[in-house]
Nanobody, 126 residues
């Protein structure tokens, strides 16, 4: 009932920057937290950063000081500005939203749920 579409991934050299975007759409009632996760080959998915409705942010230790998460509530969009990228940042990045939505058929409220985007590849390599 909530669709998340990511964009902005790609190939970048070490020390470079990328900006990821994630737009939420659908029968949304409200979005509580939005965040970014990543999963490298052979590793588990891990949280990168998150932000709530009031703008509070949290970052994983490996990205503190290099990544910045921001959110435009009017557009239901979350961004991840990634600077000083390192090869170890290489992963598929997934957008996540904890949101309330309506069932499109019945128009009844659905339980608050976690929604995921399809993922976007970020590769940091020279």
């Amino acid at each position: 009932q909530v669709q998340l579409v990511e964009s902005g991934g790609g190939l970048v050299q070490p020390g470079g920057s990328l900006r990821l975007s994630c737009a939420a759409s659908g029968s949304i009632l409200s979005i509580h937290t939005m965040g970014w996760y990543r999963q490298a080959p052979g590793s588990e998915r891990e949280v990168v950063a998150s932000t709530d409705t009031y703008g509070s942010t949290n970052y994983a230790d490996p990205v503190k000081g290099r990544f910045t998460i921001s959110r435009d509530n009017s557009k239901n969009t979350v961004y991840l500005q990634m600077n000083s990228l390192k090869p170890e940042d290489t992963a598929v990045y997934y957008c996540n939203a904890l949101a309330s939505a309506r069932d499109r058929l019945t128009n009844r409220p659905l339980p608050t749920s976690n929604y995921w985007g399809q993922g976007t590849q970020v590769t940091v390599s020279s």
